[in-house]
């Protein structure tokens, strides 16, 4: 079983619309959940943390942690066509050598329709 | 401020040759992560420095890779010898804070270097 799971898409959705972006990890110990954002070319970007159970609302992104069901989404309302990117979702677990690791999904590729 | 920056930004190496990848952090930032990619693959852990200590190189994949922190400012990764395997895109991210249960602090990557090895 995959450590950090994303459908890898494309996912197409026309602008305005909402975009849903799902995650499911392995890990029950693992403790931060976090979304980037990365365009082709590019650096991840870091879009939202999220650290407990429930919503985490900023400005047009909404991430939601449900650990019991070991699941992390992302939704983007009014999805404008520069939110054309590949999502990463990464989870921070403790190494057990020393310090917290980022563990990735392999990134669900979003591309907003005009 | 200046971000992450990594040199080069794509290398092309022949199998069996030595490769150098070089991260210059953010000033101030005394973790320095590593992370790469391979083709279709996911980014992963490679280690991670606090300022010039590694803290943890639990992800390094074998004894062919060497990093360094000389004076816990830039980091380098050399890969010698090089072996097809090693393709991917290597990223350097680096954080002020080392996070307790509350994460690791908000990484910052680099754009990342691409190695092929023919």
């Known amino acids: 079983q995959k450590e950090v799971e994303q459908n890898s898409g494309p996912l197409s959705v026309p602008e305005g619309a909402i975009a849903s972006l799902n995650c499911t990890y392995s890990d029950r110990g693992s403790q931060s959940f976090f979304w980037y954002r990365q365009y082709s070319g590019k650096s991840p970007e870091l879009i939202m943390s999220?650290?407990?159970?429930g919503d985490k609302e900023d400005g047009r992104f909404t991430a939601q942690l449900n650990k019991a069901s070991q699941y992390v989404s992302l939704l983007i309302r009014d999805s404008q066509p520069s939110d054309s990117a590949t999502y990463l979702c990464a989870v921070a677990r403790w190494s057990g050598a020393g310090s917290y690791q980022l563990t990735f999904g392999k990134g669900t590729k979003l591309s907003v329709i005009p | 401020e200046a971000g992450v920056t990594q040199f080069p930004s794509h290398s092309v190496i022949e199998k069996g040759q030595t490769v150098t990848l070089r991260c210059d952090p953010i000033s101030g930032h005394d973790n320095l992560y590593w992370y790469r990619r391979v083709m279709g693959k996911e980014i992963k852990f490679l280690l991670h420095f606090v300022k010039e200590s590694k803290q943890d190189e639990s992800g390094m994949p074998n004894n062919r890779f060497l990093a360094e922190r000389t004076g816990g400012t830039y980091s380098t990764l050399k890969v010698q010898p090089a072996e097809l395997e090693d393709s991917g895109v290597y990223f350097c991210?680096?954080?002020?804070?080392?996070?307790?249960?509350?994460?690791?602090?908000?990484?910052?990557f680099g754009e990342g270097s691409r190695l092929t090895v023919l």
């Open positions: 991210a680096s954080s002020q804070v080392e996070g307790g249960p509350r994460g690791t602090g908000e990484l910052f």
């Open positions: 999220i650290y407990s159970n």
